[in-house]
């Protein structure tokens, strides 16, 4: 692995050559925050998957990426006189600091600074836990940042409006959690999912259109909540879910041109018979 000085080294040679393609490349000149945009989406999207499968070399090119980005919107936020890379890099420390009083406040033994926290408006928060443990950090990190400058002054005012449904409702579960609201046994839990799903499936027989809608966002918050009491991940569940079912209509959609036959011409209880054999595959 690299030195400190070799990383500073690197970062600084990529900032040069992002400096020299703003100048010099009619692509990167036009660029704004808004044609950005998208193309953020797709490569944050696209580390994502790099990180579900685990792919180390695509881990690595994907960050690269992700990282363009960032400096590149730092880079035209210098331009407008706004801020640049190194206010990034300094707020998100101070941040980080303010957010760690159980590494850096001076009332912890072993403090790395003792100096006043910068990034809130005090460093005194005497409701605090002693934090220890990663839960414990957790449980802290939602009055803290209640605490800061130009913070969140709502509980789930720092969900992103942006976000994914199914995310966004993971992120409103787990800051709801947080502040201690929460389902005191994690098995509790199903007898809301019956209880929405009877909902669900009673609007349905009654042909309302808008009030299953309703329902059926009212289950799939339910369904989410109790992956999240589970520790599982409903959007990284899904995702594998997702490629299961590619993995064995594709082999389905193969074996059918194998037999010389069309998708579209085959009964069901081929395609169940051949969906059933790419699962035994699958075990083997």
Known sequence: MHSKEEKLQAFGRFLDVLDTLREKCPWDRKQTNESLRPNTIEEVYELCDALLKDDGQNICKELGDVLLHVCFYAKIGSEQNRFDIADVCNMLTDKLIFRHPHVYHKSQVGALDPKPLPYGESGEDAELKHATTSAEV???????????KDGNKRVLAGVPDALPSLIKAYRIQEKARNVGFDWEDKQDVWGKVEEELDEL???????????????????LFSIINAGRLYKLNPDTALDYTNQKFIRRFNYIEEQSHLQGKSIKDMTLGEMDELWNKAKALERE
């Open 201 to 219: 499936k009673n609007e349905l027989k009654n042909e309302n259109k808008e009030r299953s809608l309703r329902e059926y966002g009212d289950f």
């Open 138 to 148: 957790v449980e802290n990190w939602e009055q803290i940042k209640l605490k800061e």
